[in-house]
């Protein structure tokens, strides 16, 4: 079935990096747009950013635009989410989710999220 | 970006009572309007997408309709179950924006 793990996540003070990442089992990683959606704690549910299924478009929020990037390794089924200059704001349980190859489609699929705390 | 505005924010219900959550485009987003549940402490499911269409293992009490910029998530008969937050999302231009939420709370 279906997989999709995240990890990477932890405490992190303001300003400094934290890179996350994805596994992808169960379907054929490579041809899905993947994206990152976060939920800061007791809040509702914000889109980040999104990668086509070869790597080549990518796009992001504007809250974050700048500071994260997000690639991917279609060899190693992995997507990862790389977040610099990272504010208290950005506190967050990240889940990596995808429903399909282009960005129109539903989640079908969320992975079981990686919590990130910015504080000093 | 479009503004997703669900209401209500909050509503309890007790069981076997019909709930219905609505949700409001900020512009004109065809059918592509999807509805999640996401239960304490798991990540979000999804229920109904494009609006209408049935979701595989989804219980057939949830249903959903609209188009353009209104849409509705109908629960009949409320199971205690279904105690959650709903959340409306669309996916017709990027940014994905999603609804502030529903908590469903069963008295």
């Known amino acids: 079935q279906v997989q999709l793990v995240e990890s990477g996540g932890g405490v992190v003070q303001p300003g400094r990096s934290l890179r996350l990442s994805c596994a992808a089992s169960?379907?054929?990683?490579?041809?899905?747009?993947i994206h990152w959606v976060r939920q800061a704690p007791g809040k509702g549910l914000e889109w980040v950013t999104v990668?086509?299924?070869?790597?080549?478009?990518?796009y992001y929020a504007d809250s974050v635009k700048g500071r994260f990037t997000i690639s991917r390794d279609n060899s190693k089924n992995t997507l990862f989410l790389q977040m610099n200059s990272l504010r208290p704001e950005d506190t967050a349980i990240y889940y990596c989710?995808?429903?399909?190859?282009?960005?129109?489609?539903?989640?079908?699929?969320w992975g079981q999220g990686a919590l990130v705390t910015v504080s000093s | 970006e479009i503004v997703l505005t669900q209401s209500p924010d909050f509503q309890s219900v007790t069981p076997k009572e019909k709930v219905t959550i609505t949700c409001r485009a900020s512009q004109s987003i065809g059918s592509s309007l999807h509805w999640y549940q996401q239960k304490p402490d798991q990540s979000p499911k999804l229920l109904i997408k494009?609006?209408?269409q049935s979701i595989a293992g989804v219980p057939s009490r949830f249903s959903g309709s609209g188009s353009g910029t209104d849409f509705t998530l109908t629960i009949n008969s409320l199971e205690a179950e279904d105690a959650a937050a709903y959340y409306c999302?669309?996916?017709?231009?990027?940014?994905?924006?999603f609804g502030q939420g529903t908590k469903v709370e069963i008295k």
């Open positions: 989710a995808t429903g399909g190859g282009g960005y129109g489609e539903p989640v079908h699929y």
């Open positions: 990668i086509s299924y070869d790597g080549i478009n990518k």
């Open positions: 169960g379907f054929t990683f490579s041809t899905y747009a």
């Open positions: 999302h669309q996916s017709s231009t990027l940014p994905w924006t």
């Open positions: 494009y609006a209408s």
